[in-house]
């Protein structure tokens, strides 16, 4: 009896070990995710308070500066609204939807398990901060600040695409990939949309299989009594 229990203990120990590899194994793609998630909006956060510092101290009362042939110009402009210089008047409102925007992507991240989704949501993440901390810590006030922009392409006066800053271009990018991947059937959980559908259909083949063996042995059984029936008929004759 005591052997028996000994390699019923090990058994149960093996078992119990094995559950928890498979658990860490689940468990650390997720906190890697999270790390490159909040990782990139790190940097990019840092680099977006960098480079509006930068501009202020370079780039404020001077000419544009000219980059690249006239492909992109520094100039420093102080946006009280959104995008394309929307919502002007509103910017407490933006400063609010910003931090509920924040709150929501902090909620859903542990809910990723696609790298490509944490990479877009990451750039999100991080340039909505960014402009966050200029509509909190800037001039006139809290949720008040003005936004610092300071790219503009093909001229100098953002007249051909309003003027922009890191902060944005992470929002931008982040978005253009997250609907990309969500387009070719990506998921947040790191499911493959076809790959779904293909599963289902195996699935449905699976559950339709076995009605079929019943219907062929249904017939079996038919042409079995079938088969009898001329014998009883035979036997109804000779009688």
Known sequence: MSDERRRSDSTSSEEHTARAD??????????????LLFGISLVLLGLDVLTKSLAIARLEGQPPVELFGGALYLV?????????????????????????????????????????????????LGGATGNLVDRIFREPGPLRGHVIDFLSV??????????????????VCGGVLIVLLALLGYDYDGTVQRKKSRSAADEGKDERAPGAIERED?????????????????????S
């Open 154 to 171: 093909l001229a100098p006066d953002g007249s051909v695409w309003p003027v922009f800053n890191l902060a944005d271009s992470g929002i």
């Open 76 to 124: 420093l402009f102080r946006n009280p609204g959104a995008a394309f210089s929307i919502a002007t008047g509103l910017t407490w409102v933006l400063a609010l939807l910003a931090i509920v925007v924040i709150g929501v992507i902090i909620w859903f991240a542990p809910k990723l398990r696609s790298k490509g989704w944490a990479v877009g949501i990451g750039l999100v």
């Open 22 to 35: 498979s658990a860490v194994a689940r468990e650390s793609p997720r906190w890697r995710l999270l790390g």
């Open 218 to 238: 249904s017939g079996a059984d038919s042409e079995r009594s079938g088969a009898t029936d001329p014998e009883r008929g035979d036997g109804e004759e000779k």
